[in-house]
């Protein structure tokens, strides 16, 4: 069982460049359907039947909250049937808001409705008592951080400074605040914007949270 969570663009040649199996990929989940978080699967799925060879012939599990099999059925409709029927089984997999699936190798998949989008979901992914909680893109909700309380790995978005905070995401304050919440054992800061980057966000994260926190890095350098 190999999970991706979330296919925005460049997602499949940054997975290639550093090396990442991504032919192993069994499932997807999809937090929402903003275009920098799914622009890349259509990809993906072709990616499969004609990026390497013998074609793939396992099947892919999609999972995402209510409304995925109609946004299949959409980027079928603009690239073709082939995208529901890439030449091996595809599977989508609805999950409701507040809702749970097992997935093979006794992981379990929790949602959790954010506020972003009306279909927006966090995500909790538990193995043999770990667990890493991702919020996909999220306002603030202290709800959503006492949900990921005690996780090992909180995966949260940091999209913009404080002087251009929008409702719909979070700031390094709030994500601070959100870890002071949560107490993971380690916090990963990702989906920057570029005039995040220009702010101090591990130093502000430190003001309200004391834990480790790693800033992802996709390996290209923003000059502003
Ligand atoms: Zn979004
Ligand atoms: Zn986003």
């Known amino acids: 069982m190999r999970l991706l969570m979330d296919c925005g663009g460049g997602a499949m040649h940054r997975m290639a460049v550093i090396g990442v199996r991504w032919q192993d990929i069994t499932h997807v989940a999809l937090s929402h359907f903003h275009a920098d978080h ?33 946004l299949l059925g959409a980027l079928a409709g603009a690239f073709g049937d082939w995208v529901l029927e890439p030449g091996y089984p595809l599977v989508i997999r609805e999950i409701e808001p507040d809702g749970m699936v097992d997935l093979p190798g006794d992981v379990r998949l929790r949602a959790r409705a ?30 959503l951080g006492r949900w990921a309380r005690g996780c090992d790995v909180l995966l949260a978005e940091c999209s913009l400074p404080a002087d251009m905070a929008v409702p719909a995401h979070l700031t390094p304050e709030e994500c601070g605040a959100l870890a002071a919440l949560a107490e993971p054992s380690h916090l990963v800061l990702t989906h920057f914007y570029p005039p995040v980057e220009r702010v ?14 790693t800033l992802a890095n996709d390996g290209w350098t923003t000059e502003l």
């Open 114 to 143: 954010v506020p972003h989008t009306d279909e927006s979901v966090a995500y909790s992914v538990e193995h043999d008592g770990r667990r890493l909680v991702y919020t996909g893109d999220t306002a603030f909700d202290a709800e």
């Open 38 to 70: 799914i622009s890349d699967l259509a990809l993906l799925i072709s990616a499969w039947r004609y990026g390497d060879l013998p074609p793939r012939s396992a099947p892919l599990e999609i999972i995402g909250p209510l409304g995925t099999a109609t």
């Open 200 to 213: 101090d966000i591990a130093g502000i994260v430190a003001q309200r949270f004391r834990g480790r926190v």
